[in-house]
């Protein structure tokens, strides 16, 4: 099963524009991978295209997954009206996911995210900790005032903060906490805008062997069918070969496609 009525069993606002949404169904047990997104149809007959949203937290018992998200247009703004109790259709889990493989008890892994990347991380860092490893989180936000899940993530690890604007931890982008850094560790995941993904992909590609970088793109089908979300690879010189986000990604190797 790929597609399910979903009931909404919580919703909540975490900051400005920002909401926290947690969905139940059966689709819940076929997510098991950090970094998949599930595809949502805004219930609303004018908005035709569904809207990618990453998986933040799978909770197999309870049967629900969590998700972030900020209200960036319509279809977002649909969501954040909607109440426990209402019913979403959800496609998904969709896209590859970060593969996990390769890390192992003892490693230090850098989770980098800025922004409404950071959603994802949250389980990523979960998984990364289950298999014995320490994760180091630094995160971006614009400010203070857009910041949202800071204990959440304490509490998995050390976890250092940057705003734009000063107004909260290093003034500065993510680039800042990272140079500021001086262990080579093990592995470095990211996920939030290209600039901040180059920032990771120029710091970290030759040094550490592992770096994977989760990029967004505007979907349509979201399963691989319309190639609305190419990206082109770096090695290709004619500049014709691409790879669709949805199904080939979100996840790739650093180095591997045009940022
Ligand atoms: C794999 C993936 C995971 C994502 N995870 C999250 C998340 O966890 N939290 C979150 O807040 N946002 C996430 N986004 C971005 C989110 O999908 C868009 O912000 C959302 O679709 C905007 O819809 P809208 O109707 O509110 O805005 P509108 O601007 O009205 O959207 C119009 C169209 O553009 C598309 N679109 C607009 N902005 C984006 C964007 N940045 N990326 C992709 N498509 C876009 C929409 O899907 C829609 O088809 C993710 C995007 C991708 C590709
Ligand atoms: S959104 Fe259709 S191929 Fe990726």
């Given at each position: ?36 997104f599930i595809h949502i149809r805004v219930p609303r007959n004018d908005l035709l295209l569904r809207r990618p949203i990453s998986i933040n937290n799978i909770d197999h018992e309870a049967g629900t997954c969590r998700t972030i998200y900020r209200i960036e247009g319509d279809g977002t ?149 319309c190639y609305a979300c190419v990206c082109h690879l770096q090695d290709d010189e004619t500049g014709q070969k691409s790879l669709k986000i949805c199904d080939e990604g979100p ?9």
């Amino acid at each position: 099963m790929k597609q399910e009525m979903m009931e909404i069993t919580s919703q909540r606002q975490l900051a400005p524009r920002i909401y926290e949404m947690t969905v139940k169904g059966a689709l819940v047990e076929q997510m098991s991978v950090s970094g998949q997104f599930i595809h949502i149809r805004v219930p609303r007959n004018d908005l035709l295209l569904r809207r990618p949203i990453s998986i933040n937290n799978i909770d197999h018992e309870a049967g629900t997954c969590r998700t972030i998200y900020r209200i960036e247009g319509d279809g977002t703004r649909v969501f954040s009206e909607m109440k426990a109790g209402d019913k979403l259709d959800v496609m998904g889990p969709l896209g590859n996911g970060f593969q996990l493989s390769d890390i192992h008890e003892g490693d230090t892994v850098y989770i980098v995210g800025g922004g409404i990347g950071i959603p994802p991380l949250y389980e990523l860092s979960k998984q990364v900790i289950a298999l014995g490893a320490r994760p180091v989180h630094f995160l971006g936000y614009a400010s203070k005032e857009v910041m949202y899940y800071e204990e959440e993530f304490r509490a998995l690890g050390e976890t250092r903060i940057a705003t734009d604007d000063g107004t909260y931890g290093v003034h500065g982008n993510v680039g800042n906490l990272l140079l500021a850094a001086s262990e080579i560790p093990q592995a470095v995941f990211s996920c939030g805008a290209n600039g901040m993904l180059r920032a990771v992909e120029q710091l970290y590609l030759g040094k550490v062997n592992n770096v994977q970088l989760s990029l967004e793109a505007r979907m349509a089908c979201g399963m691989g069918a319309c190639y609305a979300c190419v990206c082109h690879l770096q090695d290709d010189e004619t500049g014709q070969k691409s790879l669709k986000i949805c199904d080939e990604g979100p996840i790739f190797p650093a180095g591997k496609v045009v940022l």
